[in-house]
């Protein structure tokens, strides 16, 4: 079983880090897998930002 705490999907450093990820011609080029790319800014971005932190506790899926 593996537990899933989502970013807040309204904070503006998740908003402007996956479009600057997601509409980066070098990542589509490269085929990179967004998924991954997504998990592991997410897993850095929950320890900087207290609003995502909260926000994953209070939103947290278990798989
Ligand atoms: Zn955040």
């Known amino acids: 079983m593996r537990y899933k705490a989502p970013l807040d999907?309204?904070?503006?450093?998740?908003?402007?880090?996956?479009?600057?990820?997601?509409?980066?011609?070098?990542?589509?080029?490269?085929?990179?897998?967004?998924?991954?790319?997504?998990a592991d800014y997410a897993r850095k971005h929950r320890r900087e930002c207290e609003r995502c932190h909260d926000y994953g506790l209070a939103n947290i899926e278990v798989e």
């Not at 997601?22 to 085929?31: E, H, N, R």
């Open 9 to 38: 999907p309204e904070c503006p450093a998740v908003i402007a880090s996956a479009s600057a990820l997601l509409d980066d011609p070098m990542t589509k080029a490269m085929g990179a897998p967004t998924d991954e790319i997504i």
